[in-house]
């Protein structure tokens, strides 16, 4: 495995001994939200931006949480300039490692584990080429009852670019499985960390924070630039598109509305887009680009179904269910519908479909994600 450059997380460390100010940035799903932690000083990210405070005091370190649960690097790539890269951190922990995961549920005819590859490569660039060049880490949580995760996957990307990880499969996890935790202790439901297991998580970051520490008067080799991408690199790019920012994009709505009510929060994750209420109602976009996606609520409760037709290929439609029956809660849901396609012109037309009951939740069309 080649070694990791740890020049930008001794130029972090030097900073924070200077007196700061430190900007410490965590991007990824719903470990990173902190779901099932008791309260947000509990999650690992605020746990491990305690280790900075604590261990430079005077540096005044912020901590800025871009964790949504239920979203993958796809996602990530397209909104880290809006939700982190704006705030200039000097430092960005990132983790999409278990919403990542090859699945069977993928929508298309894509190879799940080439297209998380390619967006999480995507992200990367993004999160290295931004001003201030932050530090990155990779983090790869698990889930605990099998020891699935995107690790390998992600570390073949992280590698490419000479980055460092911290892996909760490689310590945490093997910990468990020689009996010196019980999954009980750790996680509820096998997958979110509880108190303790966040905290655990935690000191796995300080631990490797520290090893950087014990080689700050190391001499550093230069900086080496970005290689050449691994993947076709489709995502690095990757921007939404909503009611309030629809950029070049043409929209014209046919019973759709737009929703421009204010959003309060990084979580408030439902407005901003486009809402069918009533069969029949339609929404057409006129965009260009090669690789394109729909992003759409998922509700427990009874919610519309639309109809999605792209390029008037009428032969082949695909349905968008807004339901979510039996689900852990409302899901911000992804789903592409165009990957490395022509570069257009594209048409893209929604229309809510009859059934689901006067009672149902409208159709809410949150943001299409548009990559050149």
């Given at each position: 495995?080649?070694?990791?450059?740890?020049?930008?997380?001794?130029?972090?460390?030097?900073?924070?001994?200077?007196?700061?100010?430190?900007?410490?940035?965590?991007?990824?799903?719903?470990?990173?939200?902190?779901?099932?932690?008791?309260?947000?000083?509990?999650?690992?990210?605020?746990?491990?931006?305690?280790?900075?405070?604590?261990?430079?005091?005077?540096?005044?370190?912020?901590?800025?949480?871009?964790?949504i649960g239920g979203t993958s690097s796809h996602f990530g790539a397209a909104r880290a300039a809006e939700d982190l890269l704006a705030f200039s951190p000097d430092a960005v922990v990132v983790d999409f490692s278990v919403n990542d995961e090859v699945n069977d549920y993928f929508p298309q005819a894509v190879d799940s584990?080439?297209?998380?590859?390619?967006?999480?490569?995507?992200?990367?660039?993004?999160?290295?080429?931004?001003?201030?060049?932050?530090?990155?880490?990779?983090?790869?949580?698990?889930?605990?009852?099998?020891?699935?995760?995107?690790?390998?996957?992600?570390?073949?990307?992280?590698?490419?670019?000479?980055?460092?990880?911290?892996?909760?499969?490689?310590?945490?996890?093997?910990?468990?499985?020689?009996?010196?935790?019980?999954?009980?202790?750790?996680?509820?439901?096998?997958?979110?960390?509880?108190?303790?297991?966040?905290?655990?998580?935690?000191?796995?970051?300080?631990?490797?924070?520290?090893?950087?520490?014990?080689?700050?008067?190391?001499?550093?080799?230069?900086?080496?630039?970005?290689?050449?991408?691994?993947?076709?690199?489709?995502?690095?790019?990757?921007?939404?598109?909503?009611?309030?920012?629809?950029?070049?994009?043409?929209?014209?709505?046919?019973?759709?509305?737009?929703?421009?009510?204010?959003?309060?929060?990084?979580?408030?994750?439902?407005?901003?887009?486009?809402?069918?209420?009533?069969?029949?109602?339609?929404?057409?976009?006129?965009?260009?680009?090669?690789?394109?996606?729909?992003?759409?609520?998922?509700?427990?409760?009874?919610?519309?179904?639309?109809?999605?037709?792209?390029?008037?290929?009428?032969?082949?439609?695909?349905?968008?269910?807004?339901?979510?029956?039996?689900?852990?809660?409302?899901?911000?849901?992804?789903?592409?519908?165009?990957?490395?396609?022509?570069?257009?012109?594209?048409?893209?037309?929604?229309?809510?479909?009859?059934?689901?009951?006067?009672?149902?939740?409208?159709?809410?069309?949150?943001?299409?994600?548009?990559?050149?």
């Amino acid at each position: 495995m080649p070694q990791p450059s740890l020049a930008r997380w001794k130029r972090c460390l030097r900073k924070a001994a200077a007196g700061g100010p430190l900007t410490l940035g965590f991007l990824g799903g719903s470990i990173t939200q902190g779901s099932l932690a008791s309260a947000p000083g509990n999650t690992y990210a605020a746990q491990t931006a305690g280790w900075w405070r604590a261990r430079f005091p005077k540096a005044g370190v912020r901590m800025l949480n871009a964790g949504i649960g239920g979203t993958s690097s796809h996602f990530g790539a397209a909104r880290a300039a809006e939700d982190l890269l704006a705030f200039s951190p000097d430092a960005v922990v990132v983790d999409f490692s278990v919403n990542d995961e090859v699945n069977d549920y993928f929508p298309q005819a894509v190879d799940s584990a080439d297209f998380f590859k390619e967006t999480y490569e995507g992200l990367l660039r993004r999160l290295l080429t931004a001003p201030g060049a932050p530090a990155v880490l990779l983090l790869n949580n698990v889930y605990y009852d099998t020891g699935k995760s995107a690790q390998d996957l992600h570390n073949a990307v992280g590698d490419h670019y000479a980055l460092p990880h911290v892996s909760v499969r490689d310590t945490i996890w093997q910990r468990m499985r020689a009996g010196q935790y019980t999954r009980a202790q750790l996680t509820p439901d096998g997958l979110h960390p509880n108190d303790f297991g966040h905290g655990l998580i935690a000191a796995e970051l300080a631990a490797f924070f520290e090893g950087v520490l014990a080689r700050i008067d190391e001499p550093d080799p230069p900086e080496p630039p970005l290689p050449a991408p691994l993947t076709p690199n489709g995502y690095e790019h990757a921007r939404r598109i909503t009611a309030l920012h629809p950029g070049q994009c043409g929209i014209r709505l046919a019973g759709f509305a737009a929703d421009a009510r204010n959003k309060e929060g990084l979580l408030d994750l439902f407005k901003n887009g486009w809402l069918g209420r009533q069969p029949g109602d339609a929404i057409e976009f006129a965009l260009e680009g090669r690789c394109l996606a729909v992003q759409y609520k998922k509700a427990v409760a009874p919610a519309r179904r639309a109809r999605l037709v792209l390029d008037g290929d009428e032969a082949h439609p695909r349905i968008l269910d807004g339901h979510f029956p039996n689900g852990w809660g409302d899901w911000l849901y992804l789903e592409p519908v165009l990957h490395h396609g022509a570069p257009g012109p594209h048409t893209l037309r929604l229309e809510v479909l009859p059934g689901g009951g006067e009672d149902s939740e409208p159709f809410c069309l949150v943001s299409l994600i548009l990559a050149p």
